[in-house]
């Protein structure tokens, strides 16, 4: 496990720069074993030390990029893959290790549908951004949602998204499709006031 500072979800990307020991031996043991690790929110405290309060859903990562540096600590980039429920921290020696299940999620054809409008109002959003000087990259609305389910393209929705770390935790929290989208348009309309002040 990987407790920080962020918030991980499926289908994102995360780049980390390994520089603790016990981090750089779980990286070096996931690499060797070809093994997933988990990333998980610090609630409280700091990254560095211990002491911490931990986030009880975090996000199973896959690393796709690994450099390793000449003084032994590490550049890595990790994709999330799927969500976990952490059941239960045992010892951080040599480093964080936690008893997880996978959460499973079913989705439906009406929140497929809801989450494509969702999309559609947030690619609205961010052109207004850019018409107001943000540098918000446009997005493809028909490459983010070609060829998915409704489960996986929330996520993707999400990972677009601009928020904060406790409101990218509810999103993983969340425990359906409906319930993510839910969020994430409560986010999008927060958003879209602060636009319509300025």
């Not at 550049?75 to 480093?95: C, M, Q």
């Not at 446009?138 to 601009?162: H, K, M, Q, S």
């Amino acid at each position: 496990m990987f407790p920080l500072g962020t918030v991980l979800l499926p289908g994102g990307i995360l780049p980390l720069h390994v520089f603790e020991d016990r981090y750089r031996e779980l990286t070096e043991y996931c690499i060797r074993n070809e093994a997933q690790f988990g990333v998980v929110l610090i609630e409280r405290g700091h990254e560095v030390g211990g002491g911490d309060v931990r986030a009880a859903v975090g996000c199973l990562t896959e690393i796709i990029q690994h450099e390793r540096l000449s003084d032994g600590r590490s550049n890595l980039v990790v994709l999330g893959t799927s969500r976990i429920n952490i059941k239960e921290w045992k010892s951080d020696d040599p480093y964080p290790m936690a008893l997880v299940t996978e959460i499973a999620e079913a989705s439906s054809e009406d929140s497929l549908v809801r989450a494509q409008g969702v999309l559609r109002r947030l690619c609205k959003f961010v052109e207004g951004a850019q018409g107001q000087g943000y540098k918000t990259p446009l997005i493809d609305e028909e490459a983010v949602a070609v060829g998915i389910e409704a489960t996986e393209l929330t996520f993707r929705i999400a990972n677009l998204t601009p928020s904060g770390p406790f409101d990218r935790q509810r999103v993983l929290t969340a425990s359906s499709c409906e319930e993510r989208l839910d969020i994430i348009e409560e986010q999008l309309q927060g958003l879209e006031e602060i636009l319509a002040t300025e």
